[in-house]
């Protein structure tokens, strides 16, 4: 016997014949004495449609007051596909329920649409895979000590399974997506990327916190917290796809760097001529985080000696605009800056890889890599794994395959 859990994304369940084709599937697969149980995506484009309708009634919903009807808004996406799959499994003779957040005691803060999970009891799921259902859960929603709805950001559903089967100490965690692994470098940009067996979860981590589309970056870290290996694979083919685990098993030695990763969602805002005095940056990224926005690369530069004046850059997620500006608004009045730049045509490039530490060498191949693709870069930023670089937004397919060539030459 074995508890597995399953997450399917929206494209796996985007019509109602998916819908069947996915409880088929699950069904085939299942030992007569597995515990099965199924995180679920809102169908298709149904939450970017949600988030339009929002835009029906003020352009911009993203925004105090409206976060709360945000949530209970978002959360009905993942409410249809768990009642259909359920059905599904009934109509196929096997006995389902489909569970909301809450349903299955899926605590999270009150950061709305943004939330965290703070704990899962996940009594009532254990209660209902002993009596033989196979257990639907709607994905990226918990609810707050008040009980309201709360959403753990875009691609949430992800993270929802990985905690789930943390939680229910699942001996197995898939996710099912449109794609049938981790890759070198998103392949509709790289023709050549590659297929990883295996990845670990920093690298993973890193690799999607720098953009890496496959998997949400808090899904990796909840992998890691309960050292749940978390399988990647197509739920459109029965081939193995990527193991996200702590170490790898197999001898993969043959890369030099994991993965090249970009994000295209990126915004880059300058506040220049502050005064070069203590309080400024603090008033500045204090009044970011207030509004809950991650600031990302930072820089700082003393652009007038003489006049003691300083330019502070730094970038956030293209999403995050619209209220950065506000909050900018207001902040650069307060510390008499000069004037604020907005650039939103900028993406960000990066390599990962456990292998780099403390080596210099893989900046200079990525630099030269960027030189020979005539793209410019703008600001620079390392962590202990990746090297980063912020171009524009225009350049960033000749800027990835140029830096992959370099690292992951033809065989
Ligand atoms: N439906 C949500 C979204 O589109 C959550 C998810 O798909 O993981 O972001
Ligand atoms: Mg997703």
Redesign the pocket.
Known sequence: MALIVKKF??SSVATTEKILAVAQRILSEKKSDDKIVVVV??MGKT?DNLIALAGGIDAQPYKGDYLREMDMLLTT??QVSIALLAMAFKRLGQPAISLTGAQVGMRTNSVHTKGRILGIKPKRVHDELNKGQVVVVA??QGADKLGDPVTLG?????TSAVALAGALKADECEIFTDVDGVYSADPRIVKNARKMKEITYSEMLEMARLGAGVMQPRSVEMGQFFNMPIHVRSTFTRELGTIIREDYTVEEKDFEIRGVAHDMKVAKISVLGVPNSPGIAHTIFQSLADANISVDMIVQSIRNIDRDINDIVFTINLTDLPEAKKVIAVASEKINAASVLVEEDMAKVSIVGAGMLGSPGFAARMFGALARADVNIDIISTSEISVSCLVRGSQVADAVNSIHDEFFPDR
């Open positions: 994304g929206g995506s809102a939450t996406g993942e994905g990226f875009r691609g949430g559903s992800d």
